[in-house]
């Protein structure tokens, strides 16, 4: 196990998966500026290393993350700007899969980094809500411009101004959240799902991912053309050998695997 900020990030590795965990379990799990250093920094370090292909981020203790350490806010307004900060941990877009797997609280800055993942895992104790609009406090993680763009903007709105928790149900029902776990196993289904998403040809699956990601803001044939040029590397490094493997027999009749 490898660890950031003296413990407060902690990072395993098992075959291509990376599992992070943010570890402050006495606030919930709310990153001071040294763990929202050391979470941005673990993030990084695992989207360089070629051998880590898919990571899981969660917390200890039954929550995800409270956001921001508000006793550290209250002593000094020059905190870490989550998502427009070189080092802060929403910044920027990986260019391998992230999968939250959210227990308990995943608010303000929480959110945040719940949204800044690709896919969300939750149980019924997982609660979204920028909780932080009661005490004046701004996101600055990316959550005004993910949140709607995942939501729309009805429903973003409708959390960014009252402040509301959001429960498993209403999350999966607004695709705030796409998956469900039983209580308290949410990290071993994302690392699970994790598994099979490493098993696949990879560049195909970046590059349509990012495709996505990138198409936001731009006109169709923009995005179009984006996907195209994202496209190349797969069809020459992968897209021939796949299709003679199904030509083959793999995957047929219903049957879907990875490999």
Known sequence: ?????????????????????INRPEVRNALDNGAARGLGQAMRD?????????????GVG???CAGADLKQVAGSSDYVAWAGDAEGPTNPTL???VIAAVEGHAVAGGLGIALWCDIRVVDETAVFGVFCRRWGVPM??????????LIGAARALDMLI????????????????????????????????????????????RSDRMSA???????????????????????????????????AGEGRHGAFKGD
């Open 1 to 21: 196990m490898k660890d950031y900020a003296d413990g407060k990030i902690l990072v395993e590795t098992q075959d291509a998966i990376t599992t992070v965990t």
């Open 46 to 58: 695992f989207d360089a290393d070629d051998g880590q292909l898919v990571a899981v981020l969660t």
């Open 62 to 64: 039954g929550a995800f």
């Open 95 to 97: 260019s391998k899969p």
């Open 140 to 149: 600055s993680d990316g959550t005004t411009v993910r949140l709607p763009r």
């Open 162 to 205: 009252t402040g509301r928790g959001v429960g498993m149900d209403e999350a999966i029902d607004w695709g705030l959240a796409t998956r469900r776990a039983p209580k308290g196993e949410t990290r071993a289904e994302a690392e699970e799902l994790a598994r099979q998403i490493a098993t696949f040809p990879q560049i195909a699956m």
């Open 213 to 247: 990601y990138r198409q936001a803001g731009q006109n169709l044939a923009d995005a179009v053309a984006e996907e195209k040029a994202l496209s190349l590397a797969a069809k020459e490094a992968e897209a021939q050998a796949g299709a003679a493997r199904f030509a």
